[in-house]
């Protein structure tokens, strides 16, 4: 029960998140709403996935890979490219909490005194597994959301 | 993005179709000219290299040519346009703007309106010029409002309390507000992103240091959310998947300068507040 909660308000909030967002990128007055939807689909995922003990990798390349779909849908019906509609919906799951974390843990090693090398290797280590964590989580982002193209439209290049 | 399977995408040419008219040399340069146009105007507002090189692409053929060569780089979008024995190439230089979605969807619906018959070279022309200077459909009041609620959003995703939430949306909103009027006076694109985040943070650490709010932390974070160059990053990721190598390195590169911006000024300002984060 409290665990839903818990999903409930997360969701909510990356729904206001990717509404915001997608506001800062200019989307279209009517698009708006259902770029909100989609950052709440694509949280609704990932959460479900990482409460039921899913690396979180993982999870964000299904929250993705689901906002990937959602967007292509979109793009039929509305006659919009895809990107409208995913860009601003993938946004909350932008990692920037492990960003973060890893700046100020370089920022940390930098201020370590040389006469801990035991504190210095464990800081650097944390700050190197961010990095490694952020990178991944944008690479997931990325592939999720071009899933749709690399799984299904493998025929008729244009160019 | 995923370009080729945009719903507009036309049907393709049954082998035995009649084959186009070759343009002259006049007609050609129009082409060129308007292709180019829309081309560098998808780069300015964050679409991905794939999807530049397809609308270009399919405009050009829809305005008589048979084949369209484009280059797509960083800071320059070449077109080679080709009908019959004749060809023309141009180059642009494409300056950097910001993300403006609405752009970008308007320069899509004009192609496809060509791509459709519904609008020949000379109607192109005159509609283009409008996209450019259609001032942001958002006012000011909420344009500034907007991003500040969603870092403050993001504050409660990341773990903050109410009283984090307030302080992460005041200082998003002020950083906004900063963000504009720089950019307005058109310093270095990295200058302003230090100088927001600074500010942003100025209040997040200065709230912190003054004890409001048990997750502090929360807000230093959230506050400079709405500088993450989250788009470029996406974008490069993408183009490296479609093979854009140029353009992705190109731009995953000024997505870390960006977020390299970002710690500075985050950095300065914990400096100057002397906040130290545990």
């Not at chain 2, 190439?89 to 060509?114: D, F, M, P, T, Y």
């Not at chain 2, 005041?170 to 507000?177: D, L, P, Y």
Request: overall charge positive; proline content about 5%; hydrophobic content about 55%.
């Amino acid at each position: 029960m409290d665990l839903w909660l818990l999903v409930l308000r997360e969701v909510f909030w990356a729904a206001v998140a990717a509404g915001g967002f997608a506001f800062l990128f200019n989307v279209p007055r009517r698009a708006l709403l259902v770029c909100a939807l989609g950052g709440a689909l694509g949280s609704l995922v990932r959460t479900l996935l990482v409460g039921s003990g899913t690396n979180i990798v993982v999870a964000t390349l299904a929250g993705s890979a689901a906002i990937g779909f959602y967007g292509q849908f979109l793009a039929r019906r509305w006659r919009m490219p895809a990107a409208v509609f995913t860009i601003s919906s993938a946004i909350p799951l932008v990692p920037g909490i492990f960003a973060f974390q890893a700046m100020i843990g370089f920022l940390q090693v930098t201020t370590t005194a040389p006469t801990s090398p035991l504190l210095l290797q464990a800081r650097l280590v944390e700050a190197g597994v961010n990095v490694l964590t952020t990178s991944l989580l944008l690479g997931a982002i990325a592939t999720g959301i071009a899933a749709p193209a690399l799984l299904f439209r493998r025929d008729r290049p244009v160019v | 993005m995923q370009p080729n399977h945009m719903p507009d995408a036309p049907a393709p040419v049954p082998a035995d179709a009649p084959p186009k008219q070759p343009l002259d040399r006049e007609a050609l340069r129009d082409v060129i000219d308007l292709s180019l146009w829309v081309g560098q105007m998808l780069i300015q507002h964050g679409a991905d290299a794939q999807r530049v090189e397809e609308t270009v692409h399919r405009l050009g053929t829809a305005l008589g040519c048979d084949w369209m060569d484009i280059l797509v780089s960083p800071n320059v979008i070449a077109v080679t346009a080709s009908s019959g024995e004749e060809f023309r190439s141009k180059i642009r230089r494409v300056v950097r703007a910001g993300v403006n979605v609405a752009h970008g969807v308007r320069a899509n619906g004009l192609s496809r309106s060509v791509a459709q018959g519904e609008m020949d070279r000379h109607q192109l022309r005159t509609y283009l010029p409008q996209i450019g200077h259609t001032a942001r459909a958002h006012n000011r009041r909420l344009w500034v409002a907007t991003p500040a609620v969603a870092c403050a959003a993001f504050s409660r995703i990341s773990g903050g309390d109410w009283v984090t939430f307030v302080v992460t949306l005041v200082a998003a909103g002020i950083a906004m507000v900063v963000r504009q009027e720089l950019d307005k006076r058109r310093f270095n694109a990295l200058l302003v992103i230090t100088a927001t985040a600074f500010v942003a943070t100025v209040f997040s650490a200065g709230a912190m240091r003054l004890g409001w709010g048990s997750t502090p932390e929360a807000a230093l974070l959230s506050s400079v959310l709405l500088l993450v160059p989250g788009v470029q990053l996406i974008n490069a990721a993408q183009d490296v998947l479609n093979g854009h190598l140029l353009m992705g390195v190109a731009r995953g590169f000024s997505g870390v300068l960006m977020s390299l911006a970002i710690a500075l000024g985050i950095l300065l300002a914990l400096w100057l507040l002397a906040v130290r984060i545990p």
